[in-house]
């Protein structure tokens, strides 16, 4: 995790793309994906998803999801929120950039991390998410998701929650 100031360099909805150009080493090369996500901290606790259905994995992760053309990466982090939790949301500055990849496939996801706040609403275990792909939402201590109680991605998300410093969360391979 580097400071953004630092930097010198600066899920999988884009399967169902056409075919993208192979590289020398012949892996299929696709466009990047874009999505935006919120660091939504209510009573010092962070909010976030479990978005794999059936229970799949026990990863967590920040509400957001994919932008949509045409759409300001504000309103499409509101709208995603809504979708996924029931919430809406007030979008702040930017806090983060984070990256992973598989290199198996081609896949490439650029995260943009966001400060939020809750404008209304309150987290509802009836709440079914119109997409069906968020299927638990909660709120977690900093003490939980740095004691290793909890698995979420990416590393870096207490550093950026409750630091006062922009990150940039280098490229990983994607897990699950």
């Known amino acids: 995790m580097t400071p953004l100031s630092q930097v010198a360099r600066g899920a999988a909805g884009d399967m169902d793309k056409p075919a993208a150009p192979r590289h020398a080493a012949g892996m299929i ?18 909010l976030l998803v479990n978005a794999y259905p059936d229970g799949r994995s026990d990863l967590w992760c920040a509400p957001g999801g ?4 045409g759409q300001s990466i504000p309103d499409n982090l509101m709208r995603e929120v809504m979708e996924e939790t029931g919430l809406s949301v007030a979008i702040h500055a930017p806090v983060m950039v984070n990256e992973f990849h598989d290199p198996a ?7 943009l ?4 706040t809750i404008t209304g609403g309150a987290l509802d275990p009836r709440w079914i998410d119109p997409e069906g792909v968020v299927t638990d939402r909660r ?6 998701l740095e004691g290793g109680r909890v698995r979420f991605k990416p590393d870096s998300l207490p550093a950026a929650a409750w630091g006062d410093a922009p990150l940039y969360d280098p490229l990983e391979v994607i897990v699950t």
Do not use: K, T, V
């Not at 090369?29 to 962070?46: G, M, N, P, S, V």
């Not at 994919?66 to 053309?69: F, I, K």
């Open 66 to 69: 994919g932008l949509e053309a």
């Open 139 to 144: 709120f977690f201590s900093r003490a939980e």
């Open 105 to 111: 496939s081609g896949f490439h996801q650029i995260d």
């Open 113 to 116: 991390f966001f400060r939020a």
């Open 29 to 46: 090369r696709r466009r990047h994906r874009i999505a935006a996500r919120a660091l939504i901290l209510h009573e010092d606790r962070l």
